[in-house]
């Protein structure tokens, strides 16, 4: 089974990348898959998807009813890994954080891990913020959750894996 991208919005049987930092997609509210680049500007009903230059993912409805955790979304709403979103008669999920088993020629090989300082090995499992990329082991990352990033100047607040649903290795 091939690795979903990160960060996604997941439809269930398909799902949406985000665009790279900087930059914005847009998704007409009549034609979800057909996802187009485009910066932010017009007025079609439908979700813009974007990166800021700091990582975060968000998203900006237009004339488009979208409930995050069964809130309504005013304006725009940064996402956080595990959000659930309703839109468009849709269940979608929204992911940013996956486990990965580090590679033979991995430029991770030897790094430590941020929050218990074991260096990390070929085959490993570990967790990379998704902000600064710093690496963590699996166990450390849960351990983090609802805390902050250990890495300098990065503020994000992780979110257990094994809380928000995702499989140890999609």
């Known amino acids: 089974m091939a690795r979903k991208p990160v960060p996604r919005l997941d439809f269930g049987d398909w799902y949406v990348t985000f665009p790279q930092r900087g930059r914005y997609i847009f998704l007409p509210a009549d034609q979800l898959r057909e996802a187009r680049e485009e910066p932010p500007g017009q007025n079609e009903c439908g979700l813009w998807l974007g990166r800021a230059e700091s990582g975060l993912s968000v998203i900006i409805p237009v004339r488009l009813a979208v409930l995050r955790g069964g809130l309504p979304t005013v304006v725009f709403a940064v996402l956080h890994h595990g959000d659930q979103l309703r839109l468009a008669g849709y269940d979608v999920d929204f992911h940013e954080v996956r486990s990965v ?18 260096e990390i090995v070929r085959s490993a499992d570990i967790v990379q913020c998704p902000l600064c990329q710093a690496a963590y082991c699996s166990d450390c990352w849960d351990f983090l959750a609802n805390k902050r990033c250990y890495s300098r100047a990065c503020n994000y607040a992780p979110v257990a894996l094994t809380l928000a649903g995702e499989a140890a290795h999609d």
Do not use: F, M, T, Y
């Open 101 to 118: 088993r580090v590679g033979e020629s991995s430029r991770l090989i030897g790094q430590e891990c941020q929050q218990c300082r074991a």
